[in-house]
């Protein structure tokens, strides 16, 4: 027996930085140390913004090798290098606080003295803590910084997202026995879920979540080239979009089931698939993404 299921959709709008409010996420990468993703300054140019973050044009110019220099926009996100020396201990007025989540196999005296430059114990008063043990994915504030004004731009949005800023439509949905294969097919909303079980299904709006946390990607558990991933809170067999803030890629792939409890280390957000790594750019197992979802 079908039923048919009318759905209504109301309108978000979301974009993401890596650099929000007073705040500064950084990552270390082994050849240039501390990088952050920064918007473009209103009134700054890549050189003079090089030289506010301890660095020079020549390695802004060789991290950002997409970017035409003949053309930076004000608000363009782009990947730049922060010396150790530019990093302060305490704040002023304008200052943006530094924050670093802590990788495999890094140690307190790793990102206090070879990443940040700074004293093992001033990092520890700073974060409150009283032992040098630290968690995977921990976050520390590492200082602070002084920067230009920032100037955001929203990144384009995913299809996702462009399914909720749509003007509202119905969108017919189909269901079956195992309730298995409830999918959103395109960016028209088109959406298919068979089953004999149910009475009737009204769903008045869909709500979009935000989250930002770490994600892992697995062996070949969840298959090496499909888009699947598991998440906690994500509606299962929709669709999640993931965008990786460092290096300013985004994909949207499918939520085949929630997160097993005690499966996983708990400050793990989402666990991908090889084909989402690698359509994110993963360079590490564990890594810093932004996701949008159906909750």
């Given amino acids: 027996m079908r039923y048919f299921i ?26 240039y140390g501390l990088i952050c993703t920064y918007p473009m300054p209103k009134g700054q140019t890549l050189f003079s913004l090089s030289q506010k973050m301890g660095s020079d044009v020549s390695t802004a110019i060789t991290l950002n090798p997409d970017v035409d220099l003949s053309a930076i926009a004000i608000g363009q996100p782009l990947t730049m290098q922060i010396s150790p020396s530019t990093i302060q201990t305490s704040p002023n007025s304008n200052a943006l606080k530094i924050y ?25 008063e700073l974060n409150q803590k009283d032992s040098y043990d630290l968690r995977l994915g921990e976050v520390l504030h590492l200082g602070y910084i002084e920067l230009p004004a920032l100037a955001p731009t929203p990144r384009p949005a995913t299809d996702i997202e462009k399914i909720i800023t749509e003007e509202p439509k119905e969108i017919v949905i189909s269901i079956n026995d195992t309730m298995q294969s409830i999918a959103l097919m395109d960016s028209m909303g088109r959406m298919t879920v068979d089953t004999n079980q149910v009475d009737e299904l009204v769903l008045d709006s869909v709500a979009l979540e935000t989250e930002r946390g770490l994600a892992y990607t697995t062996g070949n558990g969840l298959g090496t080239d499909e888009l699947l991933v598991l998440h906690a809170n994500a509606k299962v067999n929709s669709k999640i979009s993931i965008y990786n803030p460092m290096l300013k890629r985004s994909v949207d792939a499918t939520v085949i089931a929630h997160l097993p409890e005690n499966s996983y280390p708990e400050n793990i957000s989402v666990v991908i698939s090889p084909a989402v790594a690698e359509a994110l750019g993963a360079l590490d197992k564990r890594f810093l993404v932004e996701m949008t979802y159906i909750k």
């Fill in 6 to 31: 009318f759905v209504l959709f109301t309108c978000f709008q979301l974009s993401f930085l890596s650099a929000q409010g007073d705040t500064l996420w950084v990552n270390h990468d082994a050849e």
């Fill in 100 to 124: 670093y989540r802590v990788g495999p196999k890094e140690t307190m005296y790793t990102i206090c003295r070879s990443y940040a430059g700074q004293d093992v114990k001033t990092i520890m």
